[in-house]
């Protein structure tokens, strides 16, 4: 079945460090991926998708990668600040006769600290 | 901007108990879903819902478990007999009709605790 693997956290790191959030999947076919984040006491948003191979997905200065050859999409941001510190999901949505279930990682959390 | 909106916050119930966990999605979707999240574990996929009927269940999902859109507006996941291991976050998500975007929309989560 599909499944997907993160990186287990929390990641703690200071203001401005490089962020890279390991992600990789296991499916059939062709998923699209993405990533939400989730604030504190908040909901689950979307962050970037990618939706086929070599894509790349970016928003507010995060970016990921769709290799399908590694199976992976890690997540990455230049410089990150305290405000970047949440859960961050890493999913995949296969098609499938229903309604398109998401499939997600266990939830990587980081901490950004000044 | 629309959102997705979940009630209670926080559920606290006894073993046995019936519970009912309530989802606004936003309003032109067509599409709804319910997922959980144990403390520490992955958020699973339980249920989701097209056209007043279930579109595709979890294994989780047993008879337990029912979903209902009682109106135009709401969501409801029902669960009969709770269980100690029924302890999870449940979030509710809504899809716009297909063809626009693929995007679920999720709200804030309903925290439930089973003694």
């Known amino acids: 079945g599909n499944s997907v693997t993160q990186m287990e956290g929390p990641v703690t790191l200071s203001e401005e460090a490089f962020l890279t959030i390991n992600c990789t999947y296991t499916?059939?076919?062709?998923?699209?991926l993405f990533w939400y984040v989730q604030y504190p006491g908040e909901g689950l948003q979307l962050l970037l998708k990618?939706?086929?191979?070599?894509d790349k997905g970016s928003n507010k200065g995060f970016e990921a990668t769709y290799r399908k050859e590694t199976t992976s999409f890690h997540l990455e941001k230049g410089s990150v600040q305290v405000s970047d510190s949440a859960v961050y999901f890493c999913?995949?949505?296969?098609?499938?006769?229903?309604?398109?279930?998401?499939?997600f990682g266990t939830g990587t959390q980081l901490k950004v600290e000044l | 901007e629309p959102e997705v909106t979940q009630t209670p916050s926080h559920q606290v119930t006894q073993m046995g108990q019936e519970v009912i966990l309530r989802c606004v999605p936003i309003?032109?979707?067509?599409?709804f879903y319910w997922y959980r999240q144990i403390l520490g574990q992955k958020v699973e996929f339980l249920v989701s819902?097209?056209?007043?009927?279930?579109?595709?269940k979890s294994e989780i999902f047993d008879d337990q478990f029912s979903v209902e859109r009682p109106d135009g507006s709401n969501f409801t996941l029902k669960i009969r007999s709770t269980k100690l291991e029924d302890s999870a976050m449940y979030f509710c998500?809504?899809?716009?009709?297909?063809?626009?975007?693929?995007?679920?929309?999720f709200g804030p989560g309903t925290r439930l605790t089973v003694l």
């Open positions: 998500a809504s899809r716009p009709p297909a063809g626009l975007v693929d995007e679920q929309f």
């Open positions: 499916a059939t076919g062709y998923p699209s």
């Open positions: 990618a939706t086929k191979a070599d």
């Open positions: 999913a995949l949505l296969r098609l499938t006769g229903g309604g398109n279930k998401l499939t």
């Open positions: 309003s032109n979707h067509l599409y």
């Open positions: 819902f097209y056209n007043n009927e279930i579109s595709e």
